[in-house]
């Protein structure tokens, strides 16, 4: 107990709600931003990547004069009220847990 410490990373990315060590010094973390994102500790954490791929978003490229005439017409973008996540998660992950393997080999 007296080798541990407690620390806070401030990042960049929304409050996460779950983390799980998966190496002596890997651990993958999860919550608001509805991906699991993967650090690494060596005596600082660091991020390391993101491990799911954002998914392609359709083609969104719209001319400024057809985007005011989209709002003005209907009161709503040409895309409508699209809350679709570019992510595999649409909501929040709450827990993270190994799916394939074990601690010592988790494949998922």
């Known amino acids: 107990a007296q080798d541990m410490a407690m620390i806070t990373v401030k990042t960049e990315h929304l409050p996460f709600m779950s983390c799980l060590w998966t190496t002596e010094n890997s651990l993958i973390v999860a919550g608001h931003g509805c991906m699991p994102m993967l650090f690494h500790h060596d005596g600082n954490l660091t991020f390391v990547s993101k491990l799911d791929e954002n ?3 359709g083609d969104q490229k719209i001319s400024a004069m057809m985007h005011f005439r989209s709002l003005d017409k209907k009161g709503t973008t040409q895309d409508g009220n699209n809350t679709t996540l570019n992510t ?3 909501n929040t992950i709450t827990q993270v847990t190994i799916h394939s393997g074990d601690k010592a080999g988790a494949s998922k």
Request: net charge neutral; proline share 0%.
């Open 88 to 90: 595999t998660h649409q």
């Open 55 to 57: 998914k392609e978003a």
